[in-house]
């Protein structure tokens, strides 16, 4: 076995947090900090971090599948069914305005074959990511919010939208996914975590209440473990994301009554060893394609396409349900992020001939401007005026009180540690 | 990528955990349980789970050096000097008993060429993996002991001593490697150590208490990184154990005021992932191999060998240091336990022929039956009369805090939960 992995986790460790707490003394979040620490030590520029190891793949997906969980756990399924209406919109136009724009961008200037090329790249720009903005969301204690549930129910619908429109592509395209099949299974995967949630979190309070008193470690070990379970099922019956799996278990597990208790010991485990490998290993999956001029100012057009289209779309769509125009501009970036969708989209496009070799160059340049954007566009969008919720204030007294106890904990094992040095 | 390393993770928390359960149930340690979860689902009987998985394999190195880290976190190095002495004692008869006997039963029994061969079956039981003992110790509250100090010490000393063994042995068979450039090395690991140890803890000390009243979250941080370079360093730089490194960075991070903070924050990442990844794999690895009357009668003498010559010489060691008998026999059982480095071993033998193919078999089983027994047995030893010890009394207290505050946690979380419904 190669010990290689040992001085790498260490090293991720290490970069993404001095540049996290770098972007932070610029007032930008963290998450901008991580990814850029992946981007300079991957092989786009130091080429010190290698991108082809299956354990830290592996462990980065992990790590979004941790983030989303823990998001999910964060969400009141009640607040999601209020935002869902509109998050219907929102997703449906954050679909529509790039999928036409990224077509009409290809028709005039990319070097496609036939229109079904072209409608394939307004595909790819489709595709949102939504973990880099629940992290930011999360980091400014704005996740909990009406602007907070719309996006991650605009998300999630995205991501079935996304799906549908990649099977609508592909079965044009000549492949071999049927789009009925595609659509029996998003219903079937609605039907299993509707009855999942609805018995799922009455087992597991009446297991909690019955174990009451013991040992603890068994709460956060059954909620990691229906995450990790949820999340392979989405995957491997359903072929919806495993991130949508984690997000549905997290909703289910914070029902439950250990679900603040859950939270609290997975934190060290996201923050101390699988989101930072996340993060960084965006970065390092890039790897710069060669240049020409016009793939170039293709790839300039293409981010402001991307960018611009997904904003408009998300925003026009918030617009329609009654957000205000501050809050819609927070909608519209906050899911401007592309991240890894759109990479597996393009990734299938070349497989079966409908995405031309010299395009994946600027799909990958998007990917990453957009992802490093989301979190800078994001904190800007909220350096406006700030909107005081009751949620907000709760959740920081929440946050200050666990903030507390860290101390508390840290100033009992420093006793501790003094008494016994001077015994 | 495939996505099954996620219901292999999700098996493996269940199962260790259900498992440890029923142990503990029998008043059995828990990691027996995790252990044969480990066997019962690996390719020994049910064969569910794969033991090919490159990523399961890291995560689990991960978890023993990250058990490693926090035994050594744990320690006080006074008290490991004070050990030392009995330590060496301890380890060389340990290393010594076992090679005879061991060279003596393959003379008598087994289908060897040559006297090197017997040597070499020795050489495989000299091997000693404390992690398994460790974790029992841990478990039971016994680790921050007399005996305890003395099993540390004694292994960290045995894994020196098997590699020097290891050395002579491959030289002789017509290896490459020099006894002095190895010996060398080791000392230079030490005075490595020593240096780190003078100059990192004063470092660590002085950046915590620089970024006092900051984000908790940098601490641990910096302690795992710590970890992981040390053992990086170790196996890659000195040809010494990765878990050895990671024991002596534990004992620098645990010199540091904040080393109960870090070794809390590192509890989750270990029983939530790594450490139950860890037990299941040893278990996993066992593929046992075809029986013939002879070999079979072979492997149960090797077995009844192999235990008993570690728990005579590591226990005279104990006596001749003026151990009670109680105390010998604790420490004796302490040792037994085999694990992955005698695979390791005897997988370097078969390469340079040293170790006939026929023997692999009862190796294997040596190591498994080994690692087994070893819990039962400390557990067993510890079950007579209980020596009560000042530093388990104040080791209580701290653990009872923690719990304390483990429920005021949680207690805070549901009580902001019903807040949030109410609203």
Known sequence: MSYDFLWQIALILLSTKVFGLITRRFHMPQVVGALLAGLLLGPAVLHILPNDSQMIRQLAELGVIVIMFSAGMETDIRDLKNAGKSGFLVALLGVLVPLVAGAGLSLWLAPTENLLQDFFIGTV??????????????????????????????????????????????????????????????????????VVYAVGFRILDWYFDRSKGQNLRRYPIAGFVVCLLMAWIAEAFFGVAD????????????????????????????????????????????????MTTNILIFSILLILIAVFS?????????????????????????????GEVALIVANKGTEIGLMPDALVGPVVITVIVSTILTPILLKLAYRGKETAKPEESVLDTKSEALDCLDIVTDRLLTAEKEFRNKQ
């Not at 918030?318 to 592309?338: D, P, W």
């Open 243 to 290: 991130i949508t799996g984690a997000f549905a278990a997290g909703l289910m597990v914070g029902a439950t009554k250990k679900s603040g208790y859950i939270a609290s010991r997975l934190e060290p485990v996201q923050y101390l060893l699988l989101g930072p490998v996340f993060f960084a290993s965006i970065g390092m999956d890039v790897v710069l394609p060669a």
């Open 125 to 194: 720009l489709t595709a949102t990511s939504v973990s880099i903005t629940v992290e930011t969301l999360r980091e400014m204690g704005h996740l909990q919010s009406r602007v907070g549930n719309t996006i991650l129910a605009a998300a999630i619908i995205d991501d079935i939208l996304g799906i549908i429109a990649l099977t609508i592509m592909t079965s044009l395209g000549g492949g071999s996914d049927s789009i009925f099949m595609v659509l029996f299974k998003i219903v079937l995967f609605l039907v299993f975590c509707a």
């Open 310 to 338: 997904k904003w408009l779309g998300c925003g026009l769509g918030a617009k329609l349900c009654g957000f205000s125009t501050h809050e819609c501009n927070q909608i519209g970036l906050g899911m401007v992020c592309r």
